[in-house]
């Protein structure tokens, strides 16, 4: 949770240790057993309602509420097993592809988590406590707009981490961070990775490696926004989804490519459509499937190709397809 509203929560604490007060329509008798209900309730249960009214304080005086935020600050990626205690090797590229003699350091410090879809992990402006590595999850960085709408900036799957600026020193979020494809990822507290940042070599030549990689995929999508059709963008769109899963099915809603894209719903599903009349992909129920990569390839524009051979050269092996 964000410092400012770790403060914000414990500044308006005191508003809900009120004393018990009798109703003016309650007898003697009826308060009286009240209060001793309230009593024997326990001082634990008396401070999970003050702390859970906090919080609710704290929604309101930053004009939040848990639809907007997914319960990303309120409710963190839940943690699978203990930290230190990953028998295997995550399938996160960064992660998988060190020295024994490196892992060993890292693999102390990871704590396996579940990302749920439209889960939040950081806010624009925001701190952050924690780097995530996605492994079967995939995480959209998104602008939001004065207008409401929102632009995705970058994707990351099994082959990188959010948030990028961490390799560079920085905890605070340019964009959003949300998850798109839920599924499961590690992470490390920002602090120590910037420690193993320091001290391991070959763990450090791959973020850096990665984040070259991923200033690629940023500047690249800002040509292809600006200058290709729909029909294009959408198939790179669909295309780099299906780089970072298992399979072929993709969990994708059209209102959700749509904010992804910057269109409306109706564009994406004539987009849809001719894919479909094509038999490049199926879509039904929220579940698009690839049917013809090779056709989806050369419907998308070169921008997917170009984007797809830096992420080759700098992180060989990090997709499979």
């Known amino acids: 949770m964000p410092n400012y509203l770790v403060m914000t929560i414990r500044q308006n604490a005191h ?89 060993i350091e890292v693999q102390s410090l990871c704590e396996p988590v579940k990302l749920p879809l439209g889960r939040v992990l950081y806010e624009p402006l925001g701190a952050f406590d924690y780097v995530y590595f996605p492994e079967t999850a995939i995480i959209s ?21 959010v948030n990028v600026g961490a390799i560079m020193g920085d905890d605070q979020s340019l964009h959003r961070a949300v998850v798109h494809v839920s599924g499961d990822g590690t992470r490390i507290s920002f602090r120590e990775f910037q420690e193993l940042q320091a001290r391991l070599p070959v763990f450090r030549r791959k973020l850096n490696a990665y984040s070259r990689a991923f200033l690629a995929q940023v500047m690249q999508s800002v040509a292809c926004n600006a200058t290709h059709t729909v029909l294009q963008r959408c198939a790179r769109w669909l295309l780099k989804c299906h780089d970072r ?61 170009a984007i797809r051979r830096e992420y080759d050269r700098l992180l060989p092996g990090s997709f499979t397809k």
């Open 15 to 103: 508003r809900f240790d009120a004393p018990i007060q009798a109703d003016q329509h309650c007898s003697s008798d009826d308060f009286r057993q009240q209060k001793q209900r309230a009593v024997g309730a326990g001082q634990q249960s008396e401070r999970v309602r003050r702390v859970g009214g906090a919080v609710n304080a704290a929604r309101l005086a930053f004009g939040l509420t848990k639809a907007e935020t997914n319960g990303g600050w309120f409710e963190p990626a839940e943690r699978t097993v203990h930290r230190g205690t990953m028998v295997q090797r995550p399938k996160n590229g960064l992660l998988a592809n060190i020295p024994a003699s490196e892992w």
């Open 141 to 161: 960085n998104v602008a939001p707009l004065k207008t409401g709408k929102t632009a995705e900036t970058s994707t990351t799957g099994r082959e990188g981490l």
């Open 245 to 305: 899963v298992d399979g072929d099915e993709l969990r994708l809603t059209q209102q959700f490519l749509a904010e992804m894209l910057v269109v409306s719903r109706v564009a994406v599903n004539a987009e849809l459509k001719k894919l479909q009349q094509r038999q490049v992909l199926t879509y039904s129920r929220g579940i698009i499937t690839i049917l013809d990569r090779r056709l989806l390839e050369r419907t998308s524009c070169e921008c997917y190709r």
